[in-house]
């Protein structure tokens, strides 16, 4: 049951991330940026592969090995596809950026996981504001935003004061 909510939720998901609209077929002016996985403390693991936001897909993918399922659709923020692939408890969105496929996203889906600093999905708001100890935030309503270098970590917590999402993504460039 757990599979079939988080199948249906990284589905509505990816159906948000696409809801744009093409620009009429303007060309846009592409500058080629550096990019390389500047993640510090906020990263994933799962068993004995560690891994975060800018890495090379090829090499962690590989590790994980074989996910419980995958899903593709036309991307709004790269190039190409946004390509998802579903593993017990989570889930890695891979981009191509600047040609290299690179993780630009990944999603605890369920409460069986937690992130290297102990939160999960059903915990306490303070349980894992505190467990994020030593790491700055922001708050906005019922979301805590926690950033490091290229890396955004989100916690998202419902009215019952328990985290409902938590999802590495890349961070805003505000630059």
Known sequence: MK???????????????????????????????????????????????????????????????????????????????????????FEVRVNDVDGTERITGITLADDTVSNPQGVKIGMKADEALALMDGIEYTQSGDTYKFTVGSTLFRLQVGADGTVKAAEYSVAANDN
């Open 3 to 89: 599979r079939i909510i988080a199948a249906i939720l990284a589905v509505m998901c990816a159906f948000a991330l696409c809801a744009c609209s093409d620009n009429g077929g303007d060309k846009k002016t592409e500058t080629k940026t550096e990019y390389k996985a500047d993640y510090g403390e906020l990263y994933y693991a799962s068993g004995d592969v560690k891994f975060g936001i800018f890495d090379e897909a090829d090499e962690v993918l590989s590790a994980l090995g074989e996910p419980v399922s995958t899903f593709e659709s036309n991307s709004c923020a790269y190039q190409g596809k946004d390509k998802f692939y579903y593993y017990d408890g």
